[in-house]
């Protein structure tokens, strides 16, 4: 394969093939790993530098995977043939489904891990998997020639070539953590940050933001009083992440939950001159969604108390992590501010809190695929992009990592579209409209969330994750059966349950009123209090199938008028993906385009009309416009 028409390129690869990959990857975060490995297993020869060979997989804050919407993109991940499924599942201290009283729509299962066993696994993972090399080194320049990636070079004066790069740095770019008055340039958990690579960015033209995020003190858990705060037990009826798990997760450890009170909040507002966020020593943007303790105190100061969930680091460690109480307060002001909690009287802080300041870029300069639209072959994945959290960086980094390898191939990039997953949200809502906070996914960003399920993630996306080549054989042909076993169970729907006494009981029992005649399967399921669940126990229809396949089935029926209204809604959205704007197009020479609209339009360049009406500041009006113009040209 040539990949640039440029010869002393070529004479560089024969002379040092050794220095040459196809792509290099750029941090072993969630995102790294998942760009790598995609890479790799669809033929990439792929070097992944990370800063730190221990730092690989860290989970850096809480040690969970999954939750509200987070949840729904792990099962995406998993189902395009990705990995941090896998390792949840592997590493599981505690298993729950959250929202199990709304609708099945947010029902987003949720993971404490092992944090050790985490990293473990996946650096194991990393190491045996053909065609990738990692190696721990400094990344400080990407170069680039004509337009296109051309090396990656690093600190210790090594320089390596490729066709394609993913940056995935998480929060290691110029970052720093703060304590109090005390600040230091580090990474998370003491690792050493990546100080210059932020210039070689902002050389190729990247627009650098600075972020913050925080996390709370790691305490011993045999200095916690556990009588006095509320067990927190894990789910019975275990699910999985991961389509490929085989044997269920079991809950292993318990979670406890405490909280915090007026003598609490009185130390936090008396230090709060203190606080760096309130004294201008912290520069960055924070998340919203997950503030520190003493944001919490002074933007719900009606509030008497806050939630404490003291949550378990690993099985190998006496870490407790004080989900909740997320704080950059002096050390002094943390050992006063814990031990007023009931259970906390007397514990030993390990670790202190901290915040962390870094640098991110503006997203809006990526394309939907993750491209820089400026540099071919340069992608951009995780933290680096604006976001927040392990899922939302993982979700990232599994899409750039199959665009790079496409790229390689001289291939049609991948675009998941709003309708295709909550991946295709997270990246849309970076590309289009930008963030101007850490961005963290929530079930109330997808339009179309009763068709994005987590239990349908594999029916949305394996066939996606098969066509670019990620889905391996095992994972395709559990696919393959799982689909057979699903039609052989829609064809039982049809069938009909006989009007007896059986039945007259079964529908008291479950609160209905009694049929007066046989009813076929699926009508009987269109009850409310009739389950495929309740009704498979009493008469058996569904034996032989899993659990999951029949709480499938049965959201399939319960459903099934909504659902197909969405498909219906989401085939309308087609129509205005499939008007493609030519990527040259001049937008300042349409008459009728306000000047806002025309400004936004020419920083973002959309890639259809359907990308341009979700800019902000580009009016229904302005799409009317832009849509007749773009159908006079063609």
């Given at each position: 394969?040539?990949?640039?028409?440029?010869?002393?390129?070529?004479?560089?690869?024969?002379?040092?093939?050794?220095?040459?990959?196809?792509?290099?990857?750029?941090?072993?975060?969630?995102?790294?790993?998942?760009?790598a490995?995609?890479?790799?297993?669809?033929?990439?020869?792929?070097l992944?530098?990370?800063?730190n060979?221990?730092?690989?997989?860290?989970?850096?804050?809480?040690?969970?995977?999954?939750?509200?919407?987070?949840?729904?993109?792990?099962?995406e991940?998993?189902?395009?043939?990705?990995?941090?499924?896998?390792?949840?599942?592997?590493?599981?201290?505690?298993?729950?489904?959250?929202?199990?009283?709304?609708?099945?729509?947010?029902?987003?299962?949720?993971?404490?891990?092992?944090?050790?066993n985490?990293?473990?696994?996946?650096?194991?993972?990393?190491?045996?998997?053909?065609?990738?090399?990692?190696?721990?080194?400094?990344?400080?320049?990407?170069?680039?020639?004509?337009?296109?990636?051309?090396?990656?070079?690093?600190?210790?004066?090594?320089?390596?070539?490729c066709?394609?790069?993913?940056?995935?740095?998480?929060?290691?770019?110029?970052?720093?953590?703060?304590?109090?008055?005390?600040?230091?340039?580090?990474?998370?958990?003491?690792?050493?940050?990546?100080?210059?690579?932020?210039?070689?960015?902002?050389?190729?033209?990247?627009?650098?933001?600075?972020?913050?995020?925080?996390?709370?003190?790691?305490?011993?858990?045999?200095?916690?009083?556990?009588?006095?705060?509320?067990?927190?037990?894990?789910?019975?009826?275990?699910?999985?992440?991961?389509?490929?798990?085989?044997?269920t997760?079991?809950?292993?450890?318990?979670?406890?939950?405490?909280?915090?009170?007026?003598?609490?909040?009185?130390i936090?507002?008396?230090?709060?001159?203190?606080?760096?966020?309130?004294?201008?020593?912290?520069?960055?943007?924070?998340?919203?969604?997950?503030?520190?303790?003493?944001?919490?105190?002074?933007?719900?100061?009606?509030?008497?108390?806050?939630?404490?969930?003291?949550?378990?680091?690993?099985?190998?460690?006496?870490?407790?992590?004080?989900?909740?109480?997320?704080?950059?307060?002096?050390?002094?002001?943390?050992?006063?501010?814990?031990?007023?909690?009931?259970?906390?009287?007397?514990?030993?802080?390990?670790?202190?809190?901290?915040?962390?300041?870094?640098?991110?870029?503006?997203?809006?300069?990526?394309?939907?695929?993750?491209?820089f639209?400026?540099?071919?072959?340069?992608?951009?994945?995780?933290?680096?992009?604006?976001?927040?959290?392990?899922?939302?960086?993982?979700?990232?980094?599994?899409?750039?990592?199959?665009?790079?390898?496409?790229?390689?191939?001289?291939?049609?990039?991948?675009?998941?579209?709003?309708?295709?997953?909550?991946?295709?949200?997270?990246?849309?809502?970076?590309?289009?409209?930008?963030?101007?906070?850490?961005?963290?996914?929530m079930?109330?960003?997808?339009?179309?969330?009763?068709?994005?399920?987590?239990?349908?993630?594999?029916?949305?996306?394996?066939?996606?994750?098969?066509?670019?080549?990620?889905?391996?054989?095992?994972?395709?042909?559990?696919?393959?059966?799982?689909?057979?076993?699903?039609?052989?169970?829609?064809?039982?729907?049809?069938?009909?349950?006989?009007?007896?006494?059986?039945?007259?009981?079964?529908?008291?029992?479950?609160?209905?009123i009694?049929?007066?005649?046989?009813?076929?399967?699926?009508?009987?399921?269109?009850?409310?209090?009739?389950?495929?669940?309740?009704?498979?126990?009493?008469?058996?229809?569904?034996?032989?199938?899993?659990?999951?396949?029949?709480?499938?089935?049965?959201?399939?029926?319960?459903?099934?008028?909504?659902?197909?209204?969405?498909?219906?809604?989401?085939?309308?959205?087609?129509?205005?993906?499939?008007?493609?704007?030519?990527?040259?197009?001049?937008y300042?020479?349409?008459?009728?385009?306000r000047?806002?609209?025309?400004?936004?339009?020419?920083?973002?360049?959309?890639?259809?009309?359907?990308?341009?009406?979700?800019?902000?500041?580009?009016?229904?009006?302005?799409?009317?416009?832009?849509?007749?113009?773009?159908?006079?040209?063609k």
């Amino acid at each position: 394969m040539q990949y640039f028409q440029n010869s002393a390129w070529e004479n560089k690869m024969e002379k040092d093939n050794e220095f040459y990959y196809d792509s290099i990857v750029i941090g072993a975060g969630h995102a790294g790993c998942e760009a790598a490995l995609a890479l790799a297993r669809t033929g990439q020869k792929t070097l992944l530098l990370t800063l730190n060979l221990d730092a690989i997989a860290f989970l850096a804050c809480n040690p969970s995977i999954g939750g509200t919407a987070k949840g729904h993109l792990v099962c995406e991940i998993d189902a395009l043939g990705g990995q941090m499924g896998i390792n949840a599942d592997k590493t599981a201290l505690q298993i729950r489904m959250l929202n199990m009283g709304k609708g099945p729509a947010v029902h987003s299962l949720r993971v404490q891990a092992d944090k050790i066993n985490y990293h473990n696994i996946m650096k194991r993972t990393l190491e045996n998997t053909p065609n990738l090399f990692i190696r721990q080194l400094e990344a400080v320049e990407i170069t680039q020639e004509n337009g296109h990636v051309h090396s990656v070079k690093t600190s210790q004066g090594l320089e390596f070539f490729c066709n394609s790069v993913i940056v995935a740095t998480g929060v290691y770019l110029k970052s720093r953590i703060i304590i109090g008055e005390y600040t230091k340039n580090s990474g998370p958990n003491g690792f050493a940050p990546a100080n210059e690579l932020t210039k070689s960015l902002m050389d190729l033209g990247l627009q650098i933001k600075r972020f913050k995020t925080g996390t709370p003190a790691r305490v011993n858990s045999r200095t916690i009083d556990f009588s006095k705060t509320e067990e927190q037990n894990g789910d019975e009826d275990i699910q999985s992440f991961s389509f490929l798990t085989k044997k269920t997760p079991k809950n292993k450890a318990k979670c406890y939950l405490t909280y915090t009170n007026q003598n609490t909040h009185k130390i936090i507002r008396d230090n709060l001159s203190r606080a760096p966020m309130f004294s201008g020593i912290i520069e960055g943007i924070g998340p919203r969604y997950c503030p520190s303790i003493e944001d919490k105190i002074v933007r719900f100061a009606d509030k008497e108390r806050h939630q404490v969930f003291l949550e378990p680091e690993s099985l190998e460690t006496n870490e407790i992590y004080l989900q909740g109480v997320s704080t950059s307060l002096p050390v002094d002001v943390q050992e006063q501010m814990y031990r007023t909690i009931a259970g906390l009287e007397n514990v030993e802080i390990m670790r202190n809190a901290y915040a962390i300041e870094y640098d991110a870029i503006e997203s809006t300069q990526l394309l939907p695929t993750l491209e820089f639209k400026n540099i071919k072959g340069l992608f951009f994945a995780g933290q680096v992009n604006g976001t927040s959290g392990y899922e939302e960086a993982a979700a990232q980094g599994i899409v750039a990592g199959i665009n790079a390898g496409l790229y390689n191939r001289k291939e049609e990039q991948l675009v998941l579209k709003r309708s295709d997953a909550y991946i295709g949200v997270l990246i849309d809502d970076l590309v289009t409209k930008g963030t101007n906070e850490p961005y963290r996914m929530m079930t109330s960003r997808a339009e179309y969330r009763l068709w994005l399920r987590q239990d349908n993630a594999d029916v949305r996306l394996t066939e996606i994750g098969r066509r670019v080549g990620l889905v391996d054989d095992e994972r395709y042909s559990i696919f393959q059966k799982k689909m057979k076993k699903f039609e052989k169970m829609k064809q039982i729907l049809q069938e009909k349950v006989k009007f007896d006494q059986k039945l007259v009981n079964f529908c008291e029992k479950v609160g209905e009123i009694p049929p007066r005649e046989s009813m076929k399967v699926k009508d009987l399921l269109k009850r409310t209090n009739i389950t495929a669940q309740n009704l498979n126990a009493e008469y058996g229809l569904f034996k032989g199938y899993s659990p999951r396949l029949v709480d499938d089935l049965n959201t399939f029926v319960k459903y099934e008028g909504y659902i197909n209204q969405q498909l219906e809604d989401i085939e309308k959205a087609k129509k205005n993906e499939s008007l493609k704007i030519p990527e040259d197009f001049d937008y300042s020479e349409i008459k009728g385009l306000r000047i806002e609209a025309i400004q936004k339009l020419s920083k973002i360049r959309p890639l259809d009309i359907g990308q341009a009406s979700r800019i902000s500041g580009v009016s229904p009006a302005d799409i009317a416009v832009l849509s007749v113009m773009i159908k006079m040209k063609k």
